[in-house]
Antibody, heavy 123, light 110 residues
Framework: QVQLQESGPGLVKPSEPLSLTCTVSTDSFNSYYWSWIRQPPGRGLEWIGFVYHSGTTWYTPSLEGRVTISLDTSKKQLSLRLRSVTAADTAVYYC??????????????????WGPGTTVTVS | QSALTQPRSVSGSPGQSATISCTGTSSDVGGYSYVSWYQQHPGNAPKLIIYFVNKRPSGVPDRFSGSKSGNTASLTISGLQTEDEADYYCYSYTGTNTVVFGGGTKLTVL
């Protein structure tokens, strides 16, 4: 049973960087794509980006240039760094795992395991 | 990359059916069979309930079904139960390894 847990500061000052970590419990860390998603208060889900164990990343165009997602495979952790935050970056941030079907997993298959989320307030 | 279009709210009575639509373009929903749906109860993380347009993960009741026609995907919940009251989000591949969520639909079971 894969489990994910986000962690990081709950409060970040405007213009400073936001850094979050997601710790994963699984024996198959390198088999999946890992994703960050966020949800502003009272609003919908926004996909931020994916990372694969090769280090390859894909980001939503609206955050490209301001966001970096990385992996530490030895610690089974993925990280999110968002630069120059504003109040609009206030949200619950989730990490999630890509679905595996018939031994294959791709970032667009769907997200079948999510962390509980961590709230970040920019103020 | 705009969010997929979902109705803001849908309602139904217990035992009835409710359908939530998710409209995109030929570059996302219409172009691929990689549409999934998520259920989110207040204060909780989303839960995958449909993948590949119409497949259900194990443990998801068969009251939940998905379909697609052209650029619009749909989630149908039959035999509505009070616990189905939640927010629902669609999600689609958009090509070039990016994805997009729908704006979300609040389902009310009256």
């Amino acid at each position: 049973q894969v489990q994910l847990q986000e962690s990081g500061p709950g409060l970040v000052k405007p213009s400073e960087p936001l850094s979050l970590t997601c710790t994963v419990s699984t024996d198959s860390f390198n088999s999946y794509y890992w994703s960050w998603i966020r949800q502003p208060p009272g609003r919908g889900l926004e996909w931020i980006g994916f990372v694969y164990h090769s280090g390859t990343t894909w980001y939503t165009p609206s955050l490209e240039g301001r966001v970096t997602i990385s992996l530490d495979t030895s610690k089974k952790q993925l990280s999110l760094r968002l630069r120059s935050v504003t109040a609009a970056d206030t949200a619950v941030y989730y990490c999630a795992k890509s679905l595996m079907i018939a031994g294959w997993s791709y970032n667009y298959y769907g997200l079948d395991v999510w962390g509980p989320g961590t709230t970040v307030t920019v103020s | 990359q705009s969010a997929l279009t979902q109705p803001r709210s849908v309602s139904g009575s217990p035992g009835q059916s409710a359908t939530i639509s998710c409209t995109g373009t030929s570059s996302d929903v219409g172009g691929y069979s990689y549409v999934s749906w998520y259920q989110q109860h207040p204060g909780n993380a989303p839960k995958l309930i449909i993948y590949f347009v119409n497949k259900r993960p194990s443990g998801v009741p068969d009251r939940f079904s998905g379909s697609k026609s052209g650029n619009t995907a749909s989630l149908t919940i039959s035999g509505l139960q009070t616990e189905d009251e939640a927010d629902y989000y669609c999600y689609s591949y958009t090509g070039t390894n990016t994805v997009v969520f729908g704006g979300g639909t609040k389902l009310t079971v009256l």
